[in-house]
C-alpha cells in the first residue's frame, strides 16, 4: 500500500486519508475518489490530497474486517457488516462470554495492522451487546497477514455466548439456634434474585438445621425435584472438606470438586456435585448484593457451562474485588456498554403514483406486485420491526402483502404529499428503536446487504446518526435517521421528504458507497418501470 501526498492529477481511484473541502461540501476520509471527484477538488483549487494506493497484495480494510469477523464467532453470537474497516459482533441472547483468550492473543500478534478485541472472557453479557469487535488500523491488511490470521482461527470460532439456559435451581439453608428469621429472608432474597438475573428460577427451598443429617436430607429432596442447580447456604461458613455442607453432599452421594477460590469476596466457597448436578457451598458474602466469587461461577452454571476445579483456582488473576469500587453489583446493573441498534422499518407506499395513471406498487414484476418483491427483499434484513404506510389502494397492497411479517398503518391525507406519508410512518415507530430505515416501496432492488452495511455505519456518538446509501455521487433510498431527529421529520410538510433536513443536518450525515445502483432505481415513471421490469428479469 502506497501513502501520502498525491497530486490530484494522479489521484482518481485513490483513498482519502484526510477529509477535503470542495464547492460543493466535504469529501470525507475513506472515499474513494472518482473522476468527478477529482474534477470538482481542482474546480476548488485542490492541487493535492493525502491518500493511500492499496496495491495487489493488500485486502481492503472491510473486506479484510468482514472476513475475520465471519469466522471468530460461535454460537450466540452474529457479525455485523463491516464499515470504516471495523466489524462488530453482537450476542443474539444473555448469557456468558466464552472466549479464547489465547488464540486471541495469537491473532493480535500477527502484525500491527489486524486487531481484534473481545469483551473479558466469561463477562455476563445482554441480548445484542457487543461481544467482539476487529478494526484493521490502515486502509488495508497484507494479503500474508491476513491468511496467517484465518489459520490461527482455523474452523473453531474464537468466541461464543452460552445461553442462560432458564435453570430451576434449588436452595438449601441452614440456621443455628441463634440465627434470626431475618437473616433466613435476606439470604433467600438474595439468592432469588441472583437466579432471575440469570434467567432462572428458584424452584424450591429448604430451612434445616445446621447438621450433616439435616442437610443430606434436604439436598436428596431437591435433587428428585430435578432442581439443577443445587445452592447450600451454610449458617456458618465453610472451612473444611469434614465440615456440615461438604460432609453432607458426599453423604447423599456427592463430591467436592473444590474447596475455596482466589476470589475477595467468595473465598470460602465450594464447588462440588450431585451426579451431573452443580452443588455449590454458598459464601456468606452473597447476602450482600455486592459482586463477589460466587457470582462468576454461578453465572457459569446458569449458562450450562462445566466449572472444574482448574477453573477456579485460575481466577485469582483480577480476583480482588474488594478493592474496586467501581464494580456494580447484580442489584445495580451493569454499566453502560455498546449494543446493536434496534432498527425499525418503515415503507412508504402511499403515493398518487400520478405520473403512471396506475398504481405502480402493484405493477407486476414477474409473476410478483413490485411492493411484494419490495418488501421480501427487506424482510431478511433483521429489522426489529417492519411497518408499511398505505395511502391510494390500501386493501390492494394489504393483499399483495399477505402473510409477510409487517404491520400497516394507513394515511387518510397520503393525497397531501409524502411528507404526511412519512410523518405517519416515524409515529408508527416502537419506542424501543433506537433508528428508522425509512424504504420506498418502488425499490424492490434493494437488499437486506444494502440495509446491513447502513447499520453498520450507523452511531450518533460519532455523528453519524443519518446514513444515506450512494452510488457513484449520487445519493439515493433508503435512509437510516437516529431517533434523535424522528421530531424534525415529522415537522416536514408537502411533498418533500427526508431529503429536506438533510442540508440542516449534514455534520451528523454520513454517506455510505454502495457496489450496484439498486439503491438510486426506482419506478416513477412508465419507462423506469419498463427499465426494472427488464433488470429483474435478466
Do not use: Y
Request: proline share 6%; aromatic share 2%; charged share 25%.
Amino acid at each position: 500500500m502506497e501513502f501520502g501526498k498525491l497530486p490530484l492529477h494522479d489521484a482518481e481511484g485513490a483513498i482519502l486519508a484526510h477529509s477535503v473541502k470542495h464547492g460543493g461540501g466535504v469529501f470525507k476520509k475513506g472515499r474513494v475518489l472518482s473522476a468527478e471527484d477529482v474534477e470538482a477538488l481542482s474546480q476548488a483549487d485542490v492541487t493535492d490530497v493525502f491518500a493511500a494506493r492499496l496495491g495487489n497484495a493488500d485486502v481492503p480494510e472491510d473486506e479484510a474486517a468482514d472476513r475475520i469477523a465471519r469466522v471468530i464467532g460461535g454460537q450466540g453470537t452474529t457479525a455485523q457488516a463491516p464499515f470504516t474497516g471495523r466489524a462488530n459482533l453482537h450476542a443474539m441472547a444473555r448469557g456468558v462470554a466464552i472466549v479464547d483468550a489465547e488464540r486471541v492473543r495469537a491473532v493480535n500478534r500477527i502484525h500491527e495492522s489486524l486487531t481484534l478485541a473481545t469483551v473479558p472472557p466469561f463477562a455476563q453479557v445482554d441480548e445484542r451487546e457487543m461481544v467482539a469487535t476487529v478494526k484493521v488500523i490502515p486502509f488495508a491488511v497484507p494479503r500474508e497477514v491476513l491468511e496467517e490470521a484465518l489459520g490461527v482461527i482455523g474452523d473453531q470460532p474464537l468466541l461464543r455466548v452460552a445461553v442462560f439456559k432458564g435453570k430451576r435451581a434449588g436452595l438449601v439453608i441452614t440456621t443455628l439456634p441463634q440465627t434470626k428469621p431475618s437473616i433466613v429472608a435476606k439470604s433467600e432474597e438474595a439468592i432469588r434474585e441472583r437466579i432471575e438475573a440469570l434467567d432462572g428460577h428458584l424452584a424450591d427451598v429448604r430451612v434445616v438445621g445446621h447438621a450433616i443429617a439435616a442437610v443430606r436430607g434436604a439436598v436428596e429432596e431437591l435433587s428428585a425435584e430435578g432442581c439443577d442447580p443445587l445452592l447450600l447456604f451454610g449458617a456458618s461458613a465453610i472451612v473444611d472438606r469434614g465440615d456440615v455442607i461438604p460432609a453432607a453432599l458426599a453423604e447423599a452421594g456427592g463430591e467436592v470438586i473444590h474447596l475455596g477460590m482466589p476470589v475477595d469476596p467468595g473465598n470460602l466457597m465450594m464447588l462440588g456435585r450431585l451426579g451431573e448436578v452443580p452443588v455449590i457451598g454458598v459464601p456468606s458474602c452473597a447476602r450482600s448484593p455486592k459482586l463477589n466469587g460466587f457470582d462468576w461461577v454461578l453465572a457459569r452454571v446458569m449458562a450450562g457451562e462445566s466449572v472444574s476445579a482448574q477453573d477456579i483456582m485460575d481466577m485469582g488473576a483480577g480476583g480482588l474485588l474488594a478493592e474496586i469500587p467501581t464494580r456494580p453489583s447484580p442489584r445495580e446493573g451493569k454499566p453502560k456498554v455498546q449494543r446493536a441498534p434496534r432498527v425499525a422499518g418503515v415503507v412508504l407506499a402511499a403515493g398518487l403514483s400520478s405520473r403512471m395513471g396506475a398504481n405502480k406498487l402493484l405493477a407486476d414484476i414477474g409473476g410478483v406486485p413490485m411492493i411484494r418483491r419490495t418488501v421480501e427483499a427487506l424482510v431478511p434484513a433483521g429489522l426489529a420491526s417492519l411497518t408499511i404506510v398505505t395511502g391510494r389502494d390500501a386493501d390492494e397492497v394489504e393483499k399483495a402483502l399477505a402473510g409477510l411479517p409487517v404491520t400497516f398503518t394507513h394515511n387518510a391525507r397520503f393525497a397531501s404529499g409524502l411528507a404526511s406519508s412519512l410523518a405517519r410512518g416515524i409515529a408508527s415507530v416502537p419506542d424501543t428503536s433506537d433508528a428508522v430505515l425509512v424504504c420506498l416501496g418502488d425499490m424492490p432492488r434493494v437488499d437486506a446487504q444494502a440495509v446491513a452495511k447502513l447499520v453498520a455505519a450507523f452511531n450518533p456518538a460519532e455523528h453519524r446518526s443519518i446514513c444515506v446509501p450512494v452510488f457513484k455521487g449520487q445519493r439515493g433510498n433508503p435512509v437510516l435517521w437516529g431517533r434523535q431527529h424522528f421530531l424534525a421529520l415529522m415537522m416536514i410538510d408537502g411533498d418533500r421528504g427526508g431529503r429536506a433536513l438533510m442540508d440542516q443536518l449534514h455534520d451528523d450525515l454520513v454517506e455510505i458507497e454502495m457496489p450496484d445502483s439498486a439503491v438510486v432505481t426506482d419506478a416513477d415513471t412508465p419507462e423506469a418501470l419498463a427499465r426494472l421490469r427488464a433488470g429483474l428479469s435478466a
